[in-house]
């Protein structure tokens, strides 16, 4: 008890605070996201996310030499006139994340590379599956398309493929169609406790794929709903399931500390587009230190049980790092 035990001794001078520091982050921890759209020399600025863009596959090699972290996960957004009800361009074996794949490999071939696998912006009602006579998502029949666009990544060099369409079943039915298929060494990353989150506005925008009519609480976890993020997350564990993933990650951090101790798996946490653009405006507007606040975010999501982080900051967040190495 004080004054015996003061805990200012641990904090007394900037050396103690480093030795005694409980959570790091460094590059080997961060995923970045990108968005490949087709075409010759587009690059699209997104509204709500400064600082991201849109860019077609053959800017992918220059762009490609200038990413810090170890890690990109790949998220394909097709012109509108290739959407079509069935999602068939989500699986062509020359499409658009297949050529992303062959791009970034070939200029980065260090760098790991993760697609994400959901029908959502490859669908002409932007819904993440294929539809019943109802309209509503025929989860059983996704599950084939879902198994044969990751098989048709994984062929192209996909090291990871990342379900994100909360089908059930989805898992299995990968890991199924790539063991048949020889691609016994492509890890998947299950989207495994994803919510219905309202922070995946700026994303949609980003992707083009908000559904046209509905919404996706038919598939996706409620907010509200704990106990039921963990079922669906060791669900996916048991089906084969290399990686979980908690999304959204700081208003879920509750689900991802309890996940941690449920499983043994690499954990994900992805900060969303919404989180982004927040700590984005407020930082404009002077409500705090962009920089801090995000180092901030980031540590306390590694804290709460994530192994990485994806987030569109990745590669500020490896400058930043880098600068404070340099200063010591």
Known sequence: MYPQSRMQRYRTTETIRRMLCETSVTADDLILPVFVIPGHARQESINAMPGVERLSVDLLASWSKDVLCHAVL????????????????????GGLVPQAIAAIKTARPDITVITDICLCAYT???????LCADSSVDNDR?????????EVHAAAGADMVAPSGMMDGQVAAIRERLEKSGFHKTSIMAYAAKY????????????HSAPSFGDRRSYQIAPA?????????LLDEAEGADWLMVKPAMPYLDVLSELRRETTLPLAAYQVSGEYAMLKQASKAGAFDE??????????IKRAGADVIITYYANDICEWLRQDADKR
């Open 142 to 150: 996704t599950l084939e398309m879902l198994a044969r666009m990751s």
């Open 196 to 207: 219905a989150s309202c922070f995946y506005g700026p994303f949609r925008d980003a992707a």
């Open 225 to 233: 709903n704990r106990r039921q993020a963990l079922r669906d997350a």
């Open 124 to 130: 002409s009602h932007g819904h993440c599956g294929v």
């Open 291 to 300: 920089r801090s606040a995000v180092l901030e975010s980031i540590t306390c």
């Open 74 to 93: 790949i998220f394909g957004v097709p012109d509108e006139n290739e959407k079509k009800e069935d999602a068939s361009q989500a699986i062509a074996e």
